[in-house]
């Protein structure tokens, strides 16, 4: 799977009505930040991710950069799409 698929995967999630997120803009800058961190490995070989744990990818990119929450989550839909997992739903504001 190639990082244009995995990232059009990504922001269909988040912008979809479903996932009900108040402000989907901020996840979107979140996975540009991720693709210019990794930018490196996930336009070559993004399936690359996969042989890393995600807590260990995490901690190694906060001593790059601290990541925020967004940023966090996004990683987690980047690695559910590479393990062909569904992104999980927000329940709906009432």
């Keep these: 799977m190639d990082w244009d698929k995995i990232k059009r995967e990504v922001l269909k999630e988040l912008n979809s009505p479903e996932r009900n997120l108040a402000n989907p803009t901020i996840r979107t800058y979140a996975l540009e930040s991720i693709e210019e961190l990794l930018k490196n490995v996930i336009l070559v ?36 799409v590479l ?3 569904p992104i999980p739903m927000k329940k709906n504001r009432t």
């Design 83 to 85: 393990e062909k997992k």
């Design 45 to 80: 070989h993004p399936e690359l991710l996969l042989q890393i744990d995600k807590k260990n990818l995490v901690e190694g990119l906060s001593k790059l950069k601290k990541l925020n929450g967004a940023e966090k989550s996004v990683l987690n839909h980047v690695y559910n």
